[in-house]
C-alpha cells in the first residue's frame, strides 16, 4: 500500500499548485479499514480505477473549503455546492487521477471512471475494494482549512 | 472567422479553454459540447476550423468521438488538440495514432498550450 501514497501526495500538491493556483501540504498519513470510514467533509468526488489495479480515490472536503477551490477556477464566489462547485471538485479529483496513472504506467495499466460527486454532512462513502485498507491522506490548504485524498487500491490479480 | 469546437463535460474546463485561446487574438467563435455525441451533431450542422477534445466523457468519450470525426470526409485534416487529464504515454500514443494532431495534459500549461497551438495550420 505505501508505494501508492508519494505518487498522490505528489500529484494532488501538484495539481492544485498548476490547475487552482493554491498550495496544500500533506499532513500525516493514516490508514482505517473500509468499515471504519466514516467522513467529516460535505462534498466528495470520487474516480473508480480498473484494469491492472481495482479500487478508487476520492477528495473529501467541507463545502466552504469547496467554495473557496472553485473560486480559484471561475473567480465567482460560491454559497451553496451549485453546478460550478460539482463541476470543480469532480475536475480536480480526474485530473488527479489521470495524472497519478502516468506515476505508474510502468507497472500497471489503470483504467480510470468517470467522476461521481457525493455531497451532505458526513457523507458516507461505499468502498468497491473488499480487503484493503483506505489510505487517508489529508492536506493542508488556504492556510486554516484542510481536505483529504482518500485511496483504496489494489492489483487486480490479488 | 474560425470556428473552434471545445467538448469536454466539464463547464469550467471548457470556459478555461476558451479564455486561454482568446489570448491569442485570433478572431473566432466558439461551439461547446459536453460529450462526444453533442459534438458529432455541432459537425453536422457547422464547419468546425479546429477541435479541443476530452478524453473522458459520458455518453461518447473523446477517444470515440476521434475516430468517427476523423472518418468524416469534411474533417479528416482539420485538426483536433486532446486537453485531457489522461497522462500516461500509452494514451497520447492512441490519441496521436487515432488523429489527433497534438496532446495537452491537464492540468493546462497556458504557455505550452499557446505555443502548441501557435504551431497548427487551421
Known sequence: MEQYIQPFIKVCESVFQEFCRTEVNAGRVYFVSKDEYVTKWDISGIIGLSGEATGAVAISMKDTTAFKVTKTLTGKEHKHIDSDVTDAVGEIINIIAGNVKKEFEEELRIKISLPTIVKGVAHTIVWPTEKTRIICIPFSIFSDQELCLSIAVAPANK | ?122
Request: glycine fraction near 2%; include cysteine; charged fraction near 25%.
Open chain 2, 1 to 122: 472567422m474560425k470556428t473552434i469546437l471545445v467538448v469536454d463535460d466539464s463547464h469550467i474546463m471548457r470556459n478555461i479553454v476558451k479564455n486561454i485561446f482568446s489570448d491569442l487574438k485570433i478572431p473566432c467563435q466558439f461551439l461547446e459540447a459536453a460529450n462526444g455525441k453533442i459534438a458529432l451533431q455541432l459537425l453536422e450542422n457547422n464547419k468546425v476550423n479546429l477541435i479541443f477534445l476530452d478524453w473522458n466523457m459520458p455518453e461518447m468519450d473523446g477517444m470515440e468521438f476521434l475516430k468517427r470525426a476523423k472518418s468524416m470526409p469534411d474533417y479528416k485534416d482539420t485538426p483536433v488538440v486532446m486537453v485531457t487529464s489522461e497522462a500516461a504515454r500509452y494514451s497520447v500514443i492512441e490519441a496521436l495514432q487515432n488523429g489527433a494532431a497534438d496532446y495537452i495534459v491537464k492540468p493546462i500549461n497556458e504557455k505550452v498550450f499557446k505555443e502548441k497551438i501557435s504551431e497548427l495550420d487551421f
